[in-house]
């Protein structure tokens, strides 16, 4: 089983890539070239995460990530075996008022 790690630089991903092992993981963050943010690269890491069975998006949340995972599931949907996995937080479900927050949440929100 090989798996696409998007944000396997920050905590999450690390404590994700020490459980599965990193020679299962084949990592995406902008210290290895790829930014997620950089919507003009969503196809190219797509098309690199050809070999990969499982996604797993572990980074902060922004609207690019939703963009990435909805052209992930165009690619994949009816591929038997691949399947993608969001890390989510609740924050979808609270009410905070700050511009931040509200923002945060919208984009947890999209990710359910």
Avoid: P
């Amino acid at each position: 089983m090989k798996v696409a790690l998007v944000g396997h630089t920050g905590q999450i991903g690390m404590e994700i890539s020490s459980i599965l092992g990193n020679d299962k993981i084949k990592g995406y963050s902008r210290s290895t070239g790829w930014d997620v943010s950089n919507v003009a690269q969503h196809q190219s890491m797509i098309d690199d995460m050809d070999d990969c069975d499982v996604f797993i998006d572990a980074s902060s949340a922004r609207w690019e990530n939703t963009k990435l995972l909805i052209k992930l599931y165009q690619n994949w949907k009816d591929i038997n075996g691949k399947q993608i996995i969001v890390i989510g937080s609740d924050a979808a479900d609270y009410d905070d008022q700050t511009i931040e927050g509200i923002q945060y949440a919208a984009v947890k929100a999209a990710h359910k």
